[in-house]
Nanobody, 115 residues
Framework: QVQLVESGGGLVQPGGSLRLSCAASGPRFSINAAAWYRQAEGKEREQVATISRSGMENYGDSVKGRFTISRDNAKNMVYLQMNNLKIEDTAVYYC?????????WGQGTRVTVSS
């Protein structure tokens, strides 16, 4: 069983930055692909960014050029650097990792962008 713990969320003004972290732990696992999702109030969960084991990145259109996903395979960490945040980025952000057997979700970290 893999546990994921996200951190780094909070309140930020429009134009500001935040860095989300996702720490994965558990016995004998390795992360294949990883992703960040978000869910705004009253909306469906959407994929924000993905990263493959080799480091290939993909982004949703709404965050391209502003967000950067990265990973540290040695530490089993996944990150999401969010720059130039907009009010519409307000949501709960979830980390998702895919191992050989299944995928896992974190509990989410809330990001609020407000002036």
């Amino acid at each position: 069983q893999v546990q994921l713990v996200e951190s780094g969320g909070g309140l930020v003004q429009p134009g500001g930055s935040l860095r989300l972290s996702c720490a994965a732990s558990g016995p004998r696992f390795s992360i294949n692909a990883a992703a960040w999702y978000r869910q705004a109030e009253g909306k469906e969960r959407e994929q924000v960014a993905t990263i493959s084991r080799s480091g290939m990145e993909n982004y949703g259109d709404s965050v391209k050029g502003r967000f950067t996903i990265s990973r540290d395979n040695a530490k089993n960490m996944v990150y999401l650097q969010m720059n130039n945040l907009k009010i519409e980025d307000t949501a709960v952000y979830y980390c998702n990792v895919l191992t050989v057997t299944r995928d896992y979700w974190g509990q989410g970290t809330r990001v609020t962008v407000s002036s």
